[in-house]
């Protein structure tokens, strides 16, 4: 099981991007999907998780930034509106995901995508 993240580039202040992350492999099921990110020199912090339907937002985010999924395609999503500077960091989406067969879950992280809000 492997989760793709696309999506990242560099944008100017007041912008958006949309990001997309794809898990892929042998998946019974997936319960929370979620987007991180680390910024250089910082730990890694939470952005934004959605359980079924159910969506967390980090202070920082809320009111600009979007999370959602299509379960169908085991795919997350986190729009990015009103960018700012300090959204710049280097973005990870994370699920927890039951492997076909097994009958526990396991937190998958995908490689990351760099976001740049710079003008």
């Known amino acids: 099981v492997q989760l793709q993240a696309s999506g990242g580039g560099l944008v100017q202040p007041g912008g958006s991007l949309r990001l997309s992350c794809a898990a892929s492999?042998?998946?019974?099921?997936?319960?929370?999907m979620g987007w991180y990110r680390q910024a250089p020199g910082k730990q890694r912090e939470l952005v934004a998780t959605?359980?079924?339907?159910?969506?967390n937002y980090a202070d920082s985010v809320k009111g600009r930034f979007t999370i959602s999924r299509d379960n169908a395609k085991n795919m997350v999503y986190l729009q990015m509106n009103s960018l700012k500077p300090d959204d710049t960091a280097v973005y990870y989406c994370?699920?927890?995901?039951?492997?076909?067969?097994?009958?526990?879950?396991?937190?998958?992280w995908g490689q990351g995508t760099q976001v740049t809000v710079s003008s």
């Open positions: 994370n699920a927890d995901v039951r492997p076909s067969g097994r009958m526990s879950y396991v937190a998958i």
């Open positions: 959605i359980t079924s339907g159910r969506t």
């Open positions: 492999g042998s998946i019974f099921s997936i319960n929370t």
